[in-house]
């Protein structure tokens, strides 16, 4: 058995850890039963099954068919860019509200991609500020600042 592709088998590694970290976190909680769920049971099982996913892409890796592959360097900027725009976004959220925050949060993440295009960025962005609204505002009826508290437009 030879390591051919190393993407797939860091990527299951990495599957297999979290969803492992998942699910023994949420033995914390009471698990209760498929009938009657507690608030630990779908963390739990969404966990297991993501390490099984990762275990399978970590199991395939190994294959003779795998396409030979090889990891580059770890990107920093990436890696900013995308954790940067999550933690910007929680702190402008109550200034800015949510439309322009979730865009903001696509946008600035979308530029973390090799292939990144503004109109492509600002058409992904304008589509999540809607499935936010309609989902979460208005779906959910969750009670979130819409645009920037100075303009006081809510």
């Known amino acids: 058995m ?3 592709n190393k993407q797939d088998f860091w990527s299951g590694v990495m599957f297999i850890a979290l969803g492992l970290g998942f699910a ?9 039963t498929a009938a009657r769920m507690g608030p630990g049971y779908f963390p739990f099982w969404l966990g ?3 390490a ?3 275990a399978i892409v970590l199991i395939g890796s190994l294959s003779a068919k795998a396409t030979e592959t090889h ?10 860019l ?3 725009s999550v933690v910007l976004y929680g702190v402008i959220l109550r200034f800015l509200g949510v439309y ?15 292939e990144f295009n503004w109109k492509v960025a600002a058409a992904n962005g304008i589509f999540l500020v809607v499935f936010v609204w309609l989902a979460f ?14 303009i006081g437009a809510n």
Not at 24 to 31: D, I, K, L, R, V
Not at 100 to 114: K, N, T
């Open 82 to 84: 995308v954790l940067g």
């Open 52 to 54: 099984l996913l990762g």
């Open 48 to 50: 297991i099954v993501l």
């Open 71 to 80: 990891v580059d360097r770890f990107d920093w900027r990436i890696a900013f």
């Open 100 to 114: 322009i925050s979730v865009f903001l949060l696509v946008v600035i993440s979308s530029l973390a991609s090799h």
């Open 137 to 150: 505002i208005k779906g959910l009826g969750l009670i979130f600042p819409l645009w920037p508290s100075f």
């Open 24 to 32: 023994w976190q949420a033995t914390s909680y009471q698990m209760g």
């Open 2 to 4: 030879q390591l051919r």
